[in-house]
């Protein structure tokens, strides 16, 4: 009997199971990194380790968003020079997904003073100080609410992605592990 293949490749990509694999986090492309072309290569960083673009757009930041982004960090003594570092150049925001996006993302990152970072992050790699290239969420729940705070309704997208098959096994896709 002839095997149809076609049939059975559809019929594994109907049966995709994604569950779990929903964690949202925030990457803002820093105005150091757009200056110094990194966008690409954060991109890049960030495609190759197998997390799922689901917005991206160029932006340029006011003080009331800054302010609701640092909100952390606002009676600091160096906040205005961050927030004036911030405002001055566009940023490339994007919003990722995957499981245990979060902490991937913050360890591809590297830690915040980039003279710090181990080598093989982008900070490490990329950058010498506080001019540390990228933003990245640093728990779950700040990922969500910072995807709303950057991004309006239909700027992020809802789509399977059939890489997700080779880069999780079936059980993690299952949100079994
Ligand atoms: P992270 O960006 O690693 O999550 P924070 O939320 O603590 O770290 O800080 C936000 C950003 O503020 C940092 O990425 C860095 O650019 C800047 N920053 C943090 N601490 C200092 C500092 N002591 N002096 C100057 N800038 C700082």
Redesign the pocket.
């Known amino acids: 009997m002839a095997i149809n293949y076609s049939l059975i490749l559809y019929m594994a990509f109907e049966n995709i199971q994604f569950e779990g694999l929903y964690e949202k986090t925030l990457v803002i492309v820093k105005p150091d990194g757009v200056q110094r072309g990194l966008v690409g290569e954060v991109i890049r960083r960030l495609e190759l380790k197998g997390l799922k673009i689901v917005g991206l757009k160029m932006a340029q930041l006011n003080p009331d968003k800054l302010r609701e982004h640092?909100a952390?960090?606002a009676e600091k003594p160096?906040y205005p020079?961050?927030e004036g570092f911030m405002m001055k150049n566009p940023v490339v925001i994007m919003a990722l997904e995957g499981k245990g996006a979060v902490e991937a993302v913050r360890l591809i990152a590297g830690v915040?003073n980039a003279g710090k970072a181990d080598g093989g992050t982008i900070r490490g790699d990329l950058a010498m100080g506080?001019c540390?290239v990228i933003?990245c969420s640093?728990s779950p729940e700040n990922g969500q609410i910072e995807v709303k705070r950057f991004f309006n309704d239909g700027e992020v997208f809802n789509y399977d992605k059939t890489e997700y098959l080779h880069v999780y096994m079936e059980d993690e896709r299952a949100g079994l592990r």
């Open positions: 640092y952390h960090l160096f020079g961050l915040t506080m540390n933003h640093d």
